[in-house]
């Protein structure tokens, strides 16, 4: 399950790997866990909702994924009691066994939050006194997290986030772009409010300088690994085992780590 905070992150950052999961035999399942309600300056509000979740729709069905419907507005992703019981009930009601989830470190709250939430519900989903929202069955299966890298590749202090594992894409990239092509109300909005440039180019690029730093692939998207700590057995990789050469591990990071 990758599990992005807007419409359009799971496509920017994700959805390469997601591809290749899905290649390799997975189900795959598309969450955002906000509604792209801020996404745009001239268009009202319930229009925007309706015409994001239609483009969060069509690009699942590129994918060939499961898709699930948001939970709230855009910055209104908090990490407080009850939306954590709503995001549990999602995870215990999937059972993952690979959940893909934005960086603990990005740019703005509303990602940082849902990588938080996800970590929180991931942890908490075979707990018999945690009450998920609605009410679902715990379930205690062993499940791997994987942080993506921040959008821009920096963190929110400017500096640039290395993975530790590389999942080459050049063979989804253009299902990856195809994806993100759905998501056309954007275009003009993050070119205007942020600066962005060409919407797919950005995508392209960052995909390219991943590549770059991996020293072998030519487009890639970054990961790191969570703690197994309360989620599986020490050393598990699920990622790694499904996609074997289509992913690097770099040894000189799991050597930094201690």
């Keep these: 399950m990758a599990v992005g905070a807007h419409p359009d992150d799971i496509e920017f950052m994700m959805a390469g790997t997601l591809l290749r999961l899905g290649s390799a035999g997975a189900e795959i399942h598309m969450w955002s866990v906000a509604n792209g309600s801020c996404g745009g300056a001239s268009t009202g509000r319930r229009q925007l909702v309706d015409t994001r979740w239609r483009e969060s729709r069509e690009s699942a069905l590129v994918a060939g994924a499961e898709i699930h419907p948001p939970l709230v507005d855009d910055m209104a992703i908090l990490y407080e009691s009850a939306l954590l019981a709503r995001v549990a009930a999602v995870v215990r009601e999937v059972k993952p066994d690979i959940i893909l989830v934005p960086a603990p470190d990005d740019y703005m709250e ?6 938080r939430l996800l970590v929180s519900a991931a942890f908490a989903r075979g707990m018999p006194n945690f009450d998920s929202d609605p009410p679902v069955e715990p379930w205690d299966g062993s499940v791997v997290l994987y942080h993506a890298l921040p959008h821009g590749l920096r963190d929110g202090l400017r500096r ?3 993975p530790g594992l590389y999942v080459d894409v050049a063979l989804v990239l253009e299902r990856k772009r195809a994806m993100l092509e759905k998501h056309d109300s954007q275009r003009g909005w993050l070119e205007a409010s942020q600066g962005a440039g060409s919407y797919i180019r950005v995508m392209e690029e960052m995909c390219e300088r991943v590549g ?4 072998r692939f030519r487009h890639a998207e970054g990961w790191r690994r969570h703690s197994h700590l309360g989620f599986a057995a020490e050393g598990e990789d699920p990622l790694s085992r499904l996609l074997a050469e289509g992913c690097w ?3 000189e990071y799991e050597g930094s780590l201690g």
Aim: aromatic share 0%; no cysteine; glycine share 6%.
């Design 249 to 251: 591990n770099d040894q």
């Design 212 to 215: 770059a730093m991996s020293g």
């Design 110 to 115: 509303d990602h940082v939050n849902t990588s």
């Design 160 to 162: 640039l986030v290395r």
